[in-house]
C-alpha cells in the first residue's frame, strides 16, 4: 500500500478506517499484476466539494459532480474515489485493462472486493456514474449526515 493511499485512510471516519485497509490490502492481493490499487481522495471538506461543483458551472470544464458542499459523503469520510498505479508510477482509470491476465478485469476485480464489505460502486448509479467512486452502505445517506453532531475534529457522531 502505499503512502498516498495510507495518507487517506487516516482522514476516513474512523469507523472505516481499518475496514479500509483491509479492503486495500485485499484489492492489491488479487492484483497479482503491474496494477496496485491507490486512494486518490477521501474525506473532502465542503469547500473543496463546492469548488468541484462549480467546474462545468461557474468554472471552466466539464461537471464531474452533482454534489455541493454536504451533499457528498466524502463531506463525511464515508467515500473514496481510487485508481490503478501501474508498475508503481502510471495512474490508470480503465476499467476493462486486465493487467494481471487473470482473465478479470483489475478494476472489477475491486468493485468485488468493495462490494464485499459492503461499500456502495459508483459506476452502479443509474444516471451521473462515478467509476472512481465508492461509499461505504449505510453511512451513504447526505441528508442524514447532515443532521448529525460531530465531533471536536469534525466527523460525525454515530
Not at 496494477?35 to 477521501?42: G, L, P
Not at 463525511?76 to 486486465?98: E, M
Amino acid at each position: 500500500m502505499d503512502k498516498y493511499t495510507k495518507e487517506r485512510i487516516t482522514l476516513l471516519h474512523p469507523l472505516v478506517r481499518e475496514e479500509m485497509t483491509t479492503i486495500i490490502t485485499e484489492c492489491n492481493k488479487a492484483l497479482t499484476g503491474r496494477a496496485k490499487i491507490r486512494i486518490t481522495q477521501s474525506l473532502r471538506t465542503f469547500e473543496e466539494q463546492d469548488a468541484l461543483y462549480a467546474i462545468g458551472r461557474t468554472k471552466p470544464g466539464k461537471k464531474i459532480t452533482n454534489a455541493k458542499g454536504g451533499q457528498s459523503i466524502h463531506n463525511y469520510g464515508f467515500a473514496v474515489d481510487i485508481c490503478l498505479i501501474i508498475d508503481g508510477k502510471t495512474a490508470s482509470w480503465d476499467t476493462t485493462k486486465d493487467w494481471d491476465n487473470d482473465q478479470i478485469a483489475d478494476w472489477y476485480e475491486c468493485v468485488k472486493i468493495f462490494a464485499k464489505f459492503g461499500w456502495d460502486w459508483g459506476g452502479n448509479w443509474k444516471t451521473f456514474k462515478d467509476l472512481p467512486h465508492f461509499d461505504k452502505r449505510g453511512y451513504n445517506n447526505w441528508k442524514k449526515l447532515t443532521k448529525l453532531k460531530r465531533d471536536s475534529k469534525g466527523y460525525v457522531i454515530l
